[in-house]
């Protein structure tokens, strides 16, 4: 009985695998890129671009309406600058009983092409704009609605992902493959330039991804396992492995944004409001990469015509923080969110969550943490995870 008792404990605590590899110098690699795409689809349902309708019940039961939308991408990224444009949502109707058009656009803008001392620093001009407009024939009532959402802002500071960079090592182990640094570097920039490639315009998606997975195959090494990268996300235990190392980023920066906003829709009064942010950003890992640290805050004082208080102040703080053991079947991920809103019925808001993960065979994961919300009106304990007996 004592010797099941002990392996059971070896089972749950000891680990199975030494911590992975790292390889510090990669997380500031940053790899130029860019694509772009434009999709036209009819918008009359499903894909219906031109319809003649006949119904009885009208008074003028034939009506003729022809309809497209368009969704447009285009991201330049180099390792100064980084341009970012979009127009999804985008479309006309036009027919006999009226014309509707609904204009959206949105950009971004950062350039990295100065410093401050041995800082790099950044200027960026972004927003959003949406135009709709509904003019029917039949003498109804028109509508306009128009939102403008710009802004500008410098800082100064970077922040890079660095997730891909984790997880390339980590398929490494997975396949028992010794990493280098020069592997995993020649392997992160084919990710990095994947956006790219899987946008490049063809009539056979097939070709990209077999030309694709082969190469990333030839660059693990493991020439003779194309199938099972391509399926590799299907094994489950490299699948929460991997997922350890999610949205992980590393670096710092501090900025001041200037965010005006209007809006104006037929029958209101248009709302104006500006708002200038202050924030910054600072990610690492620590004590030997078992750790994972990343803060986040803003001040954000608004005037706005349309609020109770035409002034207003915003601030949010955010720390998330990841434990990974040697052991990479067990992790930890918490957060702390603190959040202030002077126009809000809650001024103040808390919210923070811990939650322990353990595979214990690739059928059996399970977890276990708490959650508070509200500001401790809301406290939960949660425990589940699942398994699957045959």
Excluded: C
């Amino acid at each position: 009985m004592k010797k099941r008792i002990i392996t059971l404990v070896l089972v749950f605590l000891m680990p199975v695998l030494l911590f992975a590899v790292s390889f510090p110098s990669l997380y500031t690699l940053d790899v130029p890129y860019t694509y772009q795409n434009l999709y036209l689809s009819g918008n009359l349902g499903g894909n219906d671009a031109f319809e003649i309708l006949y119904n009885k019940n009208l008074a003028n039961p034939f009506s003729i309406t022809a309809a497209v939308a368009g969704d447009y991408y285009f991201i330049n990224h180099t390792e100064n600058t980084h341009l970012d444009l979009s127009s999804k949502g985008s479309y006309l109707q036009l027919g006999s009983t009226g014309l509707r058009m609904n204009a959206v656009a949105s950009g971004d803008f950062k350039s990295y092409t100065f410093s401050i001392g041995s800082f790099p620093a950044y200027y960026q001009v972004a927003g959003g704009m949406r135009f709709y407009m509904n003019f029917p024939f039949d003498g109804g009532a028109s509508t306009f609605t128009i939102n403008l959402t710009p802004a500008v802002g410098a800082g100064i500071g970077k922040m890079y992902f660095i997730g891909t960079i984790k997880k390339i090592v980590n398929t490494m182990e997975h396949f028992g493959v010794t990493p280098t640094e020069a592997m995993v570097e020649k392997i992160a920039r084919q990710e990095y330039t994947s956006a790219q490639y899987f946008n490049t315009y063809t009539s056979d998606k097939s070709e990209l991804y077999g030309t694709y997975y082969r190469d990333l195959a030839n660059a693990y090494t493991i020439d003779d396992k194309v199938v099972e990268l391509i399926y590799l996300n299907q094994s489950q235990e490299y699948s929460f492995e991997a997922t350890r190392w999610n949205n992980l980023r590393y670096g710092w920066q501090a900025y001041a944004q200037l965010r005006p906003s209007f809006f104006f829709t037929t029958g209101t009064k248009g709302v104006f409001s500006l708002g200038i942010a202050l924030g910054g950003e600072w990610a690492t890992l620590l004590a030997d990469e078992r750790m994972y640290v990343k803060v986040d805050g803003e001040l954000v004082p608004t005037i706005n015509t349309a609020a109770t208080k035409v002034f207003n102040f915003l601030a949010n703080a955010n720390v998330d923080f990841r434990y990974f053991f040697d052991n990479p079947r067990m992790w930890i991920d918490s957060s702390l969110g603190i959040g202030v809103d002077t126009n809000a019925f809650t001024k103040f808001n808390l919210n923070l969550s811990g939650i322990f993960n353990y595979l214990i065979a690739p059928n059996f994961t399970v977890y276990g943490g708490l959650k508070v919300f509200n500001t401790f009106d809301i406290i939960s304990v949660v425990a589940g995870g699942n398994i699957r007996l045959f």
